[in-house]
């Protein structure tokens, strides 16, 4: 290691010539300068693949090519010339590779042939697609009970083969679909029907342009989505307010250099983004929102009793709300005192807070995990529904909520039927167009799933992708169980852990990546996802694939159900596999209202946008109209009453995706070579008799287990007291499974009850 310090405090804007040199690097690294550039040049072009990065939406996929740092090292790391053989599988063992960190795992680059492990050499070995396929059907027909499988979805999956995989699985028996949007937006699923009748935003791109206030909340846009910051850096020029909320000062919301604006890179200019920058403590935000929201009423007051005009929007309230004055009297109810102390902010911010949003005509709220992720996620996400309600914000031009995705389908997959709790109409459906009676009752997420490998109840997990071992909570526990299932098959594109802790018997499965050529009997696929803002449009690669033996994820999907009917249970997978347009077609029939004409829509230059009724103020909830929902007193009510507890919130750093680690850096937050770091108010620090750099360990605070991460390196940070951040998923041994939202059930990785101390 080099004596240079992990933190070196950071004054340069995000984006601008650092993201450039990122971007080549990235591409040199991979050693694909040629191939590389070819696909990003490609990437979210009406004839090319959509990014594999996020899922923020293009400028309707027919501009020119939209820079982004992060979309290009996604892109990299899929395209890169490195490749992992069955000579490189014969000179490892299993347990050699477990001792690989994941950084290196992936670094070995993609994976080439199907592979099984063979329990006698502990490596794993060659093995034919077929018989691969017939292997998962003998075991999937030798269960006692359908719910004896899972069917694990991570959100890059194309909605083609995510309706198939759904429908393998119903027609098998189980509604089992733990998900990776259980970890991640449910909360917004769960919280946004209760409020506006469906789960997803209500804004375009279109709506930035005429928004006077956008609110920022938990979410690092110049690292997780950063073509959003085209659309924050606009609006920040037309004189738009931008309003933050976030524990951390993250650079990029404070100021951006457009890697595509000239003028900016040649004299090192930027754009200043946040307006005001609220450092609310972890868990802060309804505290936060609610002495917002109590300030709005407070005007509202005022103005009426001086005959003023009005500073909520009455008349939308009256005709288009519920609940109005249960929410108001709870408001005025919520003492200040708790508004200041759990939220960590002072009055007069939040009074500035207020006087941006009464004076903005249009409102947009934005948010991300550090709103999602904490016990009470879905509740968090109605109480910012509720502060666009107050001035009719939702449904109309230039206002509305935003929910940031996160992997670049995950919002498809749900939409196509990747839903352990399915709704009987799209059941019904399902039915009656393959002619099978699909399961009813509810299946297993994520947590619930995780729960019934702890009762060995589990026989085969089937992995869509992902790396389920290292993102879910207590990695640990989940690890150990993870081996006793008799098969666990993975779709995959790269080696990583979720390969390498695996069950009694194990299939790697490659699949074609998004960038690369999917020939089929009918000739050139393409395939179609969703993005953050409900448009779906067509996806074909371009580079020839990584290896000739690779299959698509349709083929995958369709030789699994195959063989595990002897007349692949009455449905024709071979012509699903062969041509993709008759995938669609089904997709049409089962969800006519979204789906209707699918095959033309997507050929149509920027696809189609899916209907969104809110968007046009109907409220399909059980009231009729939009609610207004009360959150019962301002904190996460997890009942940690302990004098050192301090707030872990587990984040991702600048070179990252989830569980795959491109480099041990964190540019924008200054932090280098080193991810084993916890960033810590200094008052904290020195509370703890902690110095700077000084190596500690965290210990969560549970009854059930003990649960410690040592080793990590204390960094004095500008953050608030009682608030802590360390990276994601080196710190998931401390998430307690049971500690999740208590609706969504998605883990509260955003808020861990920890108490730190010096690691002896
Ligand atoms: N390059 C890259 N892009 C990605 C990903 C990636 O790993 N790398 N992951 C993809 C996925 S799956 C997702 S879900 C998204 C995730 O994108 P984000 O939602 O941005 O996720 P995080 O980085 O986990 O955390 C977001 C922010 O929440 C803040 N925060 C933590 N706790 C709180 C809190 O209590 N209140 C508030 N207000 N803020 C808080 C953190 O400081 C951080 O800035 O990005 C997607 N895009
Ligand atoms: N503590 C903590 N835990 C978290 C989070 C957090 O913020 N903190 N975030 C949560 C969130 S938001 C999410 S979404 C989950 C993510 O959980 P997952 O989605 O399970 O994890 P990823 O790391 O995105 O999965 C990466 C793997 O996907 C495979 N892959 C990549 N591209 C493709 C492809 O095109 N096809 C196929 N079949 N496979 C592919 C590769 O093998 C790669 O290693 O983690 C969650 N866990
Ligand atoms: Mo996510």
């Known amino acids: 290691m080099s004596d240079q310090p992990v933190y070196q405090p950071n004054e340069a804007p995000a984006g601008g010539w650092g993201a450039l040199g990122a971007t080549a690097k990235a591409l040199r690294e991979q050693s694909v ?43 990299a790391w899929e395209v890169t010339d490195k490749r992992v053989t069955r000579a490189f599988f014969a000179e490892h063992t ?72 759904q429908l393998f699985a119903r027609k098998l028996g189980t509604n089992n679909f733990p998900d990776c949007s259980n970890m991640c937006h449910e909360p917004t699923s769960v919280g946004l029907p209760d409020s506006i009748g469906i789960g997803k935003g209500t804004v375009t791109l279109d709506d930035f342009e005429h928004a006077d206030a956008i609110f920022v909340i938990g979410q690092n846009p110049g690292t997780n989505s950063p073509r959003a910051m085209t659309e924050f850096v606009n609006a920040s020029k037309r004189g738009a307010h931008i309003v933050v909320f976030n ?43 609610k002495g917002v929201m109590k300030l709005v009423l407070q005007a509202d007051d005022a103005a009426q009793a001086a005959g003023k005009p009005r500073i909520l929007d009455t008349d939308f309230i009256a005709t288009h709300t519920s609940g109005f004055e249960a929410f108001a009297a709870d408001l005025r109810a919520t003492s200040w005192d708790d508004i200041l102390t759990t939220s960590g902010l002072n009055r007069s911010q939040l009074e500035a807070v207020a006087d941006v949003y009464i004076h903005a005509k249009n409102v947009i709220v934005c948010y991300g995990m550090g709103i999602t992720q904490h016990r009470l996620g879905s509740a968090n996400v109605q109480q910012t529904v509720n502060l666009l309600l107050m001035r009719g914000n939702m449904g109309r031009p230039g206002a509305g909520i935003c929910p940031v995705r996160g992997h670049s389908n995950v919002q498809g997959d749900r939409t196509v039927g990747i839903d352990e709790k399915p709704k009987a109409e799209f059941l019904d459906k399902l039915g009656e167009v393959f002619g099978f009676a699909p399961p009813r009752a509810h299946g297993h997420n994520v947590v619930t799933a995780i729960e019934a490998m702890y009762r060995h109840e589990v026989k085969v997990f089937i992995a869509m992708g ?53 020939e089929q009997a009918s000739g050139l696929q393409s395939v179609t996802v969703e993005d953050s803002m409900s448009f779906v449009h067509a996806s074909g690669g371009l580079l020839p694939p990584a290896s000739k033996d690779l299959y698509s994820e349709v083929a995958i999907v369709c030789g699994m159900a195959k063989a595990t009917w002897p007349d692949g249970g009455g449905i024709d997978w071979d012509a699903f596999a062969g041509n993709y347009d008759l995938i669609r077609d089904k997709i049409a029939l089962v969800l006519p209202k979204l789906f209707t004409d699918y095959n033309r829509k997507i050929r149509q230059p920027g696809g189609f946008q899916l209907r969104n009724p809110a968007a046009h103020r109907e409220w399909n909830t059980a009231t009729g109209k939009a609610n207004f929902m009360v959150f019962d007193g301002v904190d ?35 932090i280098f070579g080193d991810r084993q770091v916890v960033l810590m108010n200094q008052a904290d620090m020195a509370a703890r008799n902690i110095a700077n750099g000084a190596r500690i360990r965290l210990r969560t605070i549970a009854n059930d287990a003990v649960r410690v991460v040592g080793g990590l390196k204390a960094i004095a940070y500008d ?21 999740h939202d208590t609706r969504a059930f998605t883990p509260a990785a955003k808020s861990i009850p920890v108490l730190a101390e010096l690691d002896q």
């Open 33 to 75: 300068m040629v191939r590389g550039t070819k696909a990003l040049l490609a990437a979210n072009q009406p004839e090319g693949f959509d990014c594999p990065g996020c899922a923020w939406p293009d400028p309707k996929h027919t501009s020119s090519f939209e820079f982004c740092e992060n979309g290009a090292k996604a892109i």
């Open 94 to 165: 299993v347990s050699e590779l477990e001792a690989q960190s994941d950084y290196w795992l992936e670094q070995q680059g993609r994976l080439t042939e199907p592979m099984r492990y063979d329990a006698g050499s502990d490596k794993y070995v060659p093995i034919s697609w077929d018989d691969a396929f017939a292997m998962i059907g003998a075991h999937l027909r030798a269960m006692d009970h359908p719910d004896q499988a899972e069917f694990y979805v991570s959100g890059r999956t194309s909605n083609e083969a995510a309706f198939l995989f």
């Open 247 to 289: 524990p951390l000062k993250e650079r990029a919301l404070e100021r951006f250099a457009n890697p595509q604006n000239a003028i900016q890179m040649a004299t090192f200019g930027s754009t200043p983004i946040a307006s005001l920058y609220c450092q609310v403590r972890i868990g802060g935000d309804v505290a936060a929102l």
């Open 466 to 518: 992902g790396n389920f071992v290292a993102a879910v909570p207590d990695t640990p526990i989940v690890q150990a169980a993870m081996r006793k299932i008799p098969l666990t098959v993975a779709v995959t594109t790269k080696l990583n852990r979720g390969h390498l802790v695996h069950g009694v018997e194990s299939l790697m499965l490659p699949c074609l990546g998004r960038s690369e050529i999917d």
């Open 636 to 670: 996460e009510d997890d009942h940690v009453d302990h004098p050192d507890m301090l707030r872990l919130a587990t984040i991702r750093s600048h070179d990252q995706y989830n569980t795959t680690v491109y480099s041990l850096n964190d540019r924008y937050r200054g």
């Open 719 to 739: 953050i608030p007291r009682g608030s802590i951040a360390s990276y994601y998923p080196e710190t998931n041994a401390l998430l307690p499974l049971a500690h």
